[in-house]
């Protein structure tokens, strides 16, 4: 918890024990389901929360999403980055969605259990989600033009963030091709401009307006 009340300090008292619990339901699930790397479980707060929670940082500099925001979650796996922004957001509505059952039930058991109301599940391929949202998010699931061109259909063209709608993605190293084809409606943050820690070095927050 260390590495994110460091980073997060506001977090109610609700919002550190809903991350508290975290570590030990993703052990617990894990040791059934491979939902997260079997070397990487230890390092969870730091590798999976607080890396998802660099889009939360990014939001802030554009005065955080308002309330009745609605984002989905694209190739969710376990739930990140999408449960622990449900947790930072918790009047912004989420739709996880990955096509692999097994991760998105963990997902949708991990939110039920530690109490989040504003998290919804689907097994199902982006490709099939019809429904529109403020934002996409996602970490690492595909190339950013693939990513682009599933989800532009799915960006609402109502506008009442401070951020226009848009897809914001969680990657890694070097992003000069894969931003190529959208010019100047990308921004690309280190998210060693967030957090210290070693790890995050090479780690990218992207963001693409639609």
């Not at 070397?39 to 707060?45: A, H, M, P, V």
């Not at 590798?47 to 940082?57: D, E, G, Q």
């Not at 694209?74 to 622990?84: A, C, K, L, S, Y």
């Not at 919804?120 to 949202?133: L, M, V």
Request: glycine content about 6%.
């Amino acid at each position: 918890m260390e590495s994110i009340t460091k980073y997060f300090p506001g977090l109610s008292d609700k919002q550190k024990e809903q991350f508290a619990a975290l570590y030990d339901l993703y052990y617990d699930w894990n040791s059934k389901i491979n939902v997260v790397s079997r070397k990487d479980i230890d390092k969870l707060q730091l590798h999976h929360v607080l890396h998802s929670l660099a889009i939360a940082k990014f939001v802030e500099m554009g005065e955080m999403f308002k309330p009745g925001t609605k984002v989905m979650d694209v190739g969710t796996g376990g739930g990140f980055p999408g449960i622990p922004l449900a947790i930072m957001f918790p009047e912004v509505q989420f739709h996880l969605v990955d096509s692999i059952g097994k991760k998105v039930r963990v997902a949708g058991e991990i939110a039920q259990s530690i109490g989040l109301t504003n998290v919804r599940t689907s097994h199902s391929r982006a490709e099939e989600i019809k429904e529109k949202y403020n934002f996409v998010v996602s970490r690492a699931v595909m190339q950013l033009p693939d990513l682009v061109k599933i989800c532009r259909k799915n960006i609402s063209n109502e506008q009442f963030n401070a951020l226009p709608n848009g897809i914001i993605c969680l990657k890694g190293g070097d992003m000069t091709a894969e931003t190529a084809p959208f010019k100047n409606c990308h921004e690309i943050v280190d998210v060693s401009d967030y957090f210290q820690e070693e790890y995050f070095k090479d780690k990218k927050v992207v963001y693409v307006q639609v």
